[in-house]
């Protein structure tokens, strides 16, 4: 993101003092990003996985140079939180390398509560043989707003956003998926305009459905 660029917008809501400013996020936010992820994600492998783990993994999208991490903020709170990469399969093989010892402390607390989610932190540790590959693709690894702001316009900013950064940086291909179980994530991306590409049975089972944006 080029340096100083914000964008602001207006909440449609009765809210007061309701000005909310989207940003590049600091690595010191990620634990506020975690807490809005285990909320908006319940259930789901990372979440179990533990604040800690996410914390990890958020930083570390902060950190590297093919990382975009843009937070919609309001009076100095974090309301919601957009995360992706460029390149994924080099960023990912980066993180793994640089991280893979925080990663396995952080996961401790986790796998302890659910033993059974142990193969599934080697998958989440393992995303470089699955994730696209190119310094012109991207990946939207996370979208999620606070409850109380929900349906309040925070996503669809944050996304616009999102795919704004992406043609800036020279991309020329934006893929990400969602469970197909997720009714509500799918809800908004086709109500903002995006529609789906294929679906796919992932490692653990579950139905995802894939979307595919082209610059």
Not at 26 to 31: L, N, P, Q, W
Request: proline fraction near 4%; hydrophobic fraction near 40%; glycine fraction near 12%.
């Amino acid at each position: 993101m080029t340096a100083g660029r914000v964008l602001v917008i207006r909440l449609v809501s009765t809210m007061e003092h309701n000005t909310v400013i989207i940003r590049k996020m600091r690595g010191t936010e990620a634990r506020r990003v975690a807490e809005i992820h285990t909320v908006a994600f319940p259930g789901y492998t990372l979440s179990k996985l533990g604040k800690l783990f996410l914390r990890v993994y958020y930083h570390g999208i902060c950190d590297d140079a093919d990382g975009i991490a843009l937070v919609g903020e309001r009076n100095g709170t974090i309301l919601g939180f957009a995360t992706g990469m460029m390149n994924p399969s080099g960023f990912y093989a980066r993180l793994l390398k640089r991280r893979w010892f925080r990663f396995m402390v952080a996961a401790v607390p986790g796998a302890i509560r659910h033993p059974g989610f142990i193969p599934r932190l080697f998958g989440a540790l393992w995303l470089p043989q699955s994730s696209p590959v190119g310094g012109t693709i991207a990946t939207l690894s996370s979208i999620a707003v606070s409850p109380e702001v929900a349906g309040c316009g925070i996503g669809r900013r944050l996304m616009e956003e999102f795919v704004a950064e992406v043609k800036r940086r020279g991309g020329t291909e934006l893929t990400w998926g969602a469970k197909k179980r997720d009714e509500i994530a799918n809800r908004f991306y086709q109500r903002i305009g995006y529609s789906e590409t294929r679906e796919h049975v992932d490692s653990q089972g579950e139905g995802v459905i894939e979307y595919v944006f082209r610059f």
